[in-house]
């Protein structure tokens, strides 16, 4: 399986700010895709990163909330903007390999 | 009616007893199967993958599926304390190179020491 690093770990961001949170794989994958986890609730998916194209957003998730880079086959991004405290929550990485699906550390980030 | 739907527990079992945790999906033509397990504050971790009717073991995991019923389940053998945590279902949607998982709410397994 491949081995993803997620940065910041976590973090604790103020109301009207913007997060970016890094992801980096250990080898070139296919799909990537952004995760979030409520507190007590399953995984929603954001939307898929696409290598070199406009990523492809779930129903509910926009661009201009949460814009997705992913300039190559091994990281990728997600800013969290113009955060609210409903924004709180686990913001995971995640890729497909073998078609299987691997999970990063995710990011825990709590807006106050 | 989700896509995924699985009982939310938590589901108490005595250590040493076999856990029993079932997942339905809605899509039937859905191709595969993964179970995941979650301890608290961590990520999931898959433990199974499952693509063809019938049984597949590893270890002290058995991964059934049905695709007639659309029906998985995941059994635990001989359970430990350390196999508390919440266990999510997931299932592809959508074609070859372009599907999604679609995850279930998760149960959560309590293992009695």
């Known amino acids: 399986s491949a081995v993803i690093s997620q940065k910041p770990s976590r973090d604790i961001c103020q109301r009207g700010t913007s997060l970016t949170i890094q992801c980096q794989v250990d080898?070139?994958?296919?799909?990537m895709f952004w995760y979030r986890q409520q507190p007590g609730q399953s995984l929603t998916l954001i939307a898929t990163?696409?290598?070199?194209?406009?990523?492809?957003?779930e129903s509910g998730f926009v661009i201009d909330k949460f814009p997705i880079s992913r300039p190559n086959l091994t990281f990728s991004t997600l800013t969290v903007s113009n955060m609210s405290p409903e924004d709180s929550s686990i913001y995971l990485c995640?890729?497909?390999?073998?078609?299987?699906?691997?999970f990063g550390p995710g990011t825990r980030l709590t807006v106050t | 009616q989700k896509e995924v739907e699985q009982n939310s527990g938590p589901l108490s079992v005595p250590e040493g007893a076999i856990a029993s945790l079932n997942c339905t999906y809605s899509?039937?033509?859905?191709?595969?199967f993964f179970w995941y397990r979650q301890y608290s504050g961590k990520s999931p971790e898959l433990i199974m993958s499952i693509y063809s009717n019938g049984d597949k073991e590893d270890g002290r995991f058995t991964a059934q599926l049905n695709k007639a019923s659309q029906y998985v389940s995941l059994l635990i053998r001989d359970s430990q304390p350390s196999d508390s945590a919440t266990y999510l279902c997931?299932?592809?949607?959508?074609?070859?190179?372009?599907?999604?998982?679609?995850f279930g709410t998760g149960t959560r397994l309590k293992v009695l020491a």
């Open positions: 995640s890729v497909t390999g073998f078609g299987e699906q691997y």
């Open positions: 899509d039937r033509v859905s191709q595969s």
């Open positions: 990163a696409n290598q070199g194209s406009e990523a492809t957003y």
């Open positions: 080898s070139q994958v296919t799909m």
């Open positions: 997931a299932v592809t949607k959508g074609t070859s190179g372009t599907y999604k998982y679609i």
